[in-house]
Every structure is written in structure tokens, then in C-alpha cells.
């Protein structure tokens, strides 16, 4: 898969026949419900057996398993320490918990499940921001959370069993990571939906929306897929950085006679700096950086690199490569280079390599002597063969 890549991520989660829904709702901020009529729709992304692979074989520490039961989590003493270590799981308490009653969590399963790594790699790259997905088993007629809201969007993917929930908005309206949820504050509105999710479903929820669950009369599975998208608020801090860097009225001292509007009215050339904000060319390398980091931050996803490097089989120009699914990337001038950016490597070429780069992500694969012929062949060559090695491109096969 190449540049298609993205929007096969979001149509694992919804169906792609609900994919105009899930943009209506997702602008609107409104819960979305997506009922497959394939149960076994996540069949080989996640299942009990798999859920049963990761803790009997992973060696989960306390900071991989959350246990709660009635809406509290239970202390990691309750159910870690054993013969290799106090941080360990213990498996034996962790299990007797679960048979009374309590959820068992896996925090950032894709960490240990390769199927939800390709998911979440996929989401990043679709919404631009960072992506995980947390595992919840519930026994019957259990609930592991009481009613509360998530300052990020979520989306719940049933597994195994079903799952019944209650949602409604709050009066905080997208709240923000410095907004958690507190019962005091985030009074709940009159509109009340209840939604059961089968194997198969999907339901979508907006940040800010108040939701419980509750099983009945058998175990149940879901993923909870959480999605951290960049906001209008990352742009503009992101902007006044890129400004401040630029301009020094945006770096001096604040008035030692205290923030009184008084003194701060005495400071016109801090007023007009922040006027210049809307200059579209500081607007743009704010955009920039902004992208810059979001994508550079996401962890590679690297499988079959090492079979590539110890492969002593040569890349040559009749190769076929392909961009990784899971790389996420930016191209960007810089001087009289250009820039690569992904996955925490930033990569600088010359700038007359940019035309290829963008060659390079703009089809789903390639021969190596496909590229554009302004760079001879010795020049492709090195290209690509760098991209292998960094981890950007991978080899198809040689034909």
C-alpha cells in the first residue's frame, strides 16, 4: 500500500460506505455508531486469543496493565510483584480480579500486537497527530469506568462480545488535555443516546462526550483507538514561536511595574509584532514546523528492515520499492537543501533531489529506473539505496 495507505486505516474503523458520515461527524463533533453486518470485521486485528497471547507471553510490567473495576483503578500492588521482579505482573491475582468483576486494560497494545501498530501508524498519518489504542476486557454484568469524558477523540472497536453505552455532551464543549474530566464542571445535557455495540461495530466519540458502558451476560472485547489530532491551539503556539524567533519585541521582559493593561498598553511594538502574525509566510513556516514535529515524533514501524540489511541481495534499477505504510513524512526546502522528515529521522539532500522525492511518494511503487531521468542511473542508484537503508523505502521484489 502506498499514499492510499491513510484512508485504508479509516476505513478499517468505520466502512468505507460510512466514510461521508464519519467526515459529517467528525466536523459536527457528533457520536457516530457504524453496525457491520461481517462480524468477524476485526477477526484479524484483535481477538481474546490474541488479548491471551500478549499477557501470558509479553511480560507485562505495572505501566502495560490497568485494572479497574466500578470506576476506580485498582493499585498496581494488587496485582504486580512476583519472583522476577516487583514491577511484574502477576498474572494468577490479575486473573482472580478479572473473575470478580474488574476490566483488564492494555495500555498501548500496539506496542505488542503488530496488526494495532499497522492501525495506528495508518490513523497518524490520516489525522496528523498521535494515535493509540487501548485494550478493555470486561467480564459480565461489569463496567470498568463510572460515567466520564475523554479530552481526546475516540473511537471503540468491538472484538469480542458486546458492550452497552450511554453518551451525551457535556457543557465543556472540546475540552483540552488541561481540561480532564471533573463531575463538578462538565454537567451533562438532556440528550441522552444509548448505543450496544456487537462484534463488528464501531462507535465514534467526539472528545468532550460523557459515556459509560456496561456488559451483560457475557465478556466482552473492545478497542478503544485514541486519536490526539493537532488543533487550531498547536498552530498558533507554533505560530508566536516561529514569531518570537523573528522578532525581538516578542522576546523582552514583561513590565516590572506589574500586567496592568496600563503597562501593557505602553507597549506598541509588542502590539504590532503580534499584527504581524497574519503574515502568510510566517503562517506557512509555522505550519511547517508544526507538521514538522507531529510527524518526526511518530515511532517507526520497521519490519523486515533487518531481513534488508543483512539481505546480500543488491538493489539494482530494474528493483521495485515502495514507500512504508507507516511512515509518516514531510519535504520541505531548507537553504540549498532539501529536507526528508519522518519517524524522528530528518534526512538532507541536495535540492536538485526534491522533484524525485516527491516522484518517489507520489505512486504507490516503483522500479528503481522509473525515476526521472535528469538523475542518471548511478544517481538513482544511491538514491533509493539510502531510502532502503534509512528505513523510508522498502524492496518489493526484483523482477
Known amino acids: 500500500m502506498g499514499p492510499t495507505s491513510r484512508a485504508h486505516a479509516i476505513d478499517r474503523l468505520i466502512a468505507p460506505m460510512a466514510s461521508a458520515a464519519f467526515v459529517e461527524s467528525y466536523w459536527e463533533q457528533a457520536p457516530l455508531v457504524v453496525s457491520r453486518s461481517t462480524p468477524d470485521s476485526f477477526a ?5 486469543e490474541a488479548i491471551d497471547c500478549i499477557l501470558s507471553t509479553m511480560r507485562l510490567r505495572g505501566r502495560d496493565l490497568r485494572i479497574a473495576q466500578e470506576g476506580t483503578l485498582l493499585p498496581t500492588s494488587n496485582y504486580c510483584g512476583s519472583s ?6 502477576d498474572l494468577y491475582r490479575a486473573f482472580a480480579l478479572f473473575s470478580d468483576g474488574a476490566t483488564l486494560i492494555l495500555n498501548n497494545a500496539e506496542r505488542f500486537w503488530a496488526p494495532l501498530r499497522e492501525l495506528v501508524a495508518g490513523l497518524a498519518q490520516f489525522f496528523g497527530g498521535r494515535v493509540q489504542a487501548n485494550v478493555y476486557v470486561t467480564p459480565p454484568s461489569s463496567r470498568g469506568f463510572t460515567a466520564h469524558y475523554d479530552t481526546h477523540d475516540v473511537f471503540l472497536l468491538q472484538v469480542a462480545g458486546a458492550k452497552s453505552w450511554r453518551v451525551c455532551a457535556s457543557s465543556v464543549a472540546l475540552p483540552l488535555a488541561a481540561q480532564p474530566y471533573d463531575d463538578r464542571v462538565a454537567e451533562k445535557t438532556d440528550t441522552q443516546q444509548e448505543f450496544r455495540l456487537t462484534v463488528g461495530d464501531t462507535l465514534y466519540l467526539p472528545r468532550g462526550f460523557i459515556h459509560e458502558a456496561t456488559t451483560q451476560v457475557e465478556t466482552s472485547a473492545h478497542i478503544t483507538v485514541g486519536v490526539f489530532a493537532p488543533l487550531w491551539i498547536d498552530l498558533l503556539s507554533e505560530l508566536i514561536v516561529t514569531a518570537g524567533e523573528r522578532d525581538q519585541n516578542l522576546r523582552r521582559s514583561l513590565p516590572l511595574r506589574g500586567l496592568t493593561l496600563e503597562a501593557l498598553n505602553l507597549a506598541p511594538d509588542v502590539v504590532a ?8 509566510q510566517l503562517l506557512a513556516t509555522a505550519r511547517d514546523r508544526l507538521v514538522d514535529r507531529l510527524t518526526s515524533s511518530q515511532e517507526p514501524l520497521l519490519r523486515g528492515q533487518l531481513s534488508e540489511l543483512a539481505s546480500h541481495v543488491p538493489i539494482e534499477l530494474h528493483t521495485r520499492v515502495r514507500r512504508r505504510v507507516s511512515v509518516a513524512f514531510t519535504v520541505r526546502d531548507e537553504g540549498q537543501n532539501v529536507v526528508l522528515s519522518f519517524c524522528r529521522r530528518t534526512i538532507r539532500f541536495p535540492k536538485y533531489v526534491k522533484p524525485h522525492l516527491e ?7 516503483l522500479r528503481v529506473a522509473d525515476l526521472p531521468d535528469d ?6 542508484l544511491v538514491l533509493v539505496r539510502r531510502l532502503v537503508r534509512e528505513g523510508f523505502l522498502i524492496r518489493i521484489s526484483d523482477l
Not at 484479524?44 to 481474546?48: C, F, H, P, R, V
Not at 522476577?84 to 505482573?89: M, V
Open 44 to 48: 484479524d486485528l484483535l481477538s481474546i
Open 84 to 89: 522476577d521482579g516487583e514491577d511484574n505482573i
Open 273 to 280: 509584532a503580534v499584527v504581524r502574525l497574519g503574515d502568510a
Open 359 to 365: 516522484f518517489i511518494v507520489g505512486v504507490d511503487e
Open 375 to 380: 538523475l542518471d542511473d548511478d544517481g538513482k
